[in-house]
């Protein structure tokens, strides 16, 4: 995307309003880990959204590989929240050195520790989860950049911002595109079984630090032209199967 393109882009995404086509944004590959996604922004300065948990690294390196990216040439890894699975990989990335790694403060005690948070489930099936023997300690990193406002994202070469959007954890980042696409880690959750079934169906995720919040971040997100929304598990899913999953008026409708 040139210049120009880029800056109509965000001029529309901060006023609310959808892009035009030809100024549509990078390439993204969806990168499924073992118990997440992670994702490529193919911009002039890569960037990976989330880096999946701390035994996902060959697979990471392997995927990236695939698409004529090393690990040495991402430009920044943007971490969703602090939760093992998405963030347990980022201390091996880092180590790398030249990386930008982005974090909400929120989450910033969470990555000084090396492990998860609470987890408050919000229904049977998670405090099922909840029971399984599952390692929630990574290696403790720290982020280069901490988000406590937006975040422009110009310097990587892409239409669009970085918000801190409490709810799932108390620092949850939200990837915005000017293009109209966002990344919510798990804001929300694609299908059921970590989204290995009906993975564009959009619904509760299992667990949510403040669930009333992460609603209202959510309906906050569909007050702005968003249409597509890539997810931690399953996805990604459209701005209707968001309406329905959530049983939601579409706040851009008069």
């Known amino acids: 995307m040139n210049r120009l393109a880029r800056c109509l882009a965000l001029l ?3 006023c609310g309003a959808a892009a035009p086509a030809w100024a ?3 390439e993204v590959v969806t990168i499924p880990l073992g118990f997440s996604n992670a994702y490529l922004i193919k911009a002039p300065r890569p960037v990976l959204v989330d880096a999946g948990g701390k035994h996902d690294g060959p697979a990471l390196q392997a995927a990236l590989q695939a698409e004529g990216v ?4 991402l430009a920044a890894v943007i971490v969703t929240h602090g939760h093992s699975d998405h963030a347990g990989g980022v201390a091996a990335i880092q180590a ?3 990386k930008v790694v982005v974090l909400g403060q929120g989450d910033v005690p969470m990555a000084h520790a090396g492990r998860n948070g609470e987890l408050v489930p919000v229904n049977l099936t998670a405090r099922l989860l909840k029971l399984l023997p599952l390692d929630p300690r990574y290696t403790p990193f720290a982020p280069e950049v901490v988000v ?3 975040l422009d994202l110009s ?3 892409i239409a669009g911002q970085v918000l801190q959007m409490p709810g799932h954890t108390p620092g949850s980042l939200v990837v ?3 293009d109209g696409r966002a990344f919510v880690g798990d804001m929300m959750l694609g299908g059921c079984l970590g989204g290995a079934l009906f993975p564009s169906r959009a619904g509760e995720q299992y667990f949510q630090f403040d669930q009333a919040r992460n609603r209202s971040q959510i309906v906050e997100l569909l007050r702005r032209p968003v249409h597509t929304f890539y997810l931690g598990h399953g996805g990604p899913v459209n701005r209707a199967s968001v309406l329905s999953g959530f049983d939601l ?3 851009r409708q008069p």
């Open 12 to 14: 529309c995404l901060l």
């Open 24 to 26: 549509a944004g990078p």
């Open 70 to 73: 090393a690990l040495s040439d």
């Open 96 to 98: 790398l050195g030249g």
């Open 148 to 150: 406590v406002a937006p």
């Open 155 to 157: 310097r990587f070469g």
């Open 176 to 178: 915005l595109l000017a």
């Open 249 to 251: 008026a579409d706040p």
